[in-house]
């Protein structure tokens, strides 16, 4: 007889105090993908997320203020919470409320190099076919360049 061992893995935050995230300065060259509401075709998104100091939690959410040239409907006010943090990469995430809809922009940045940003958009939508909910759409993905130690915006 043979038996089936099975071990339930559970994820939980980190809450032991963090270390301090430098202020980070992105730009990005974003695209609309899909259904893409209050975004359209190409479009730039830029900032600095500000200094997480040490000792900060993992959910603590910083202001930031997004800027776009192209006058996209992501520029504005959002929190951001800094995810990962290392010599080489930084990880946030952005959060901001356009209308009914609220969009998470998720930056992998890294040092050197090109990055990567995606933006989630979760909102209402009509019910498909069997009566599901979707319950977000990916809304833009983009290349993007870092500065770690910002001093201004990267060009």
Not at 96 to 105: A, E, F, K, L, T
């Amino acid at each position: 007889m043979s038996m089936l061992l099975a071990q339930a893995m559970v994820e939980t935050i980190d809450k032991r105090p963090q270390r301090a995230v430098p202020a980070t300065a992105f730009r990005c060259t974003m695209l609309a993908v899909g259904d893409s509401k209050g975004v359209a075709g190409q479009f730039d998104l830029h900032g600095t997320t500000p200094l997480a100091p040490e000792g900060h939690q993992p959910n603590d959410g910083f202001p930031i203020i997004l800027g776009s040239s192209t006058g996209s409907a992501l520029a504005g006010r959002g929190i951001t919470n800094p995810i990962h943090n290392s010599d080489w990469f930084r990880d946030f995430q952005i959060t901001r409320i356009v209308g009914s809809d609220q969009y998470v922009i998720n930056l992998k940045l890294r040092r050197e190099g090109r990055s990567m940003a995606y933006v989630t958009r979760f909102g209402d939508w009509p019910p498909n076919a069997a009566g599901e909910r979707e319950p977000f759409r990916y809304d833009a993905v983009g290349i993007c360049v870092a500065e770690f130690n910002p001093s201004e915006q990267p060009s």
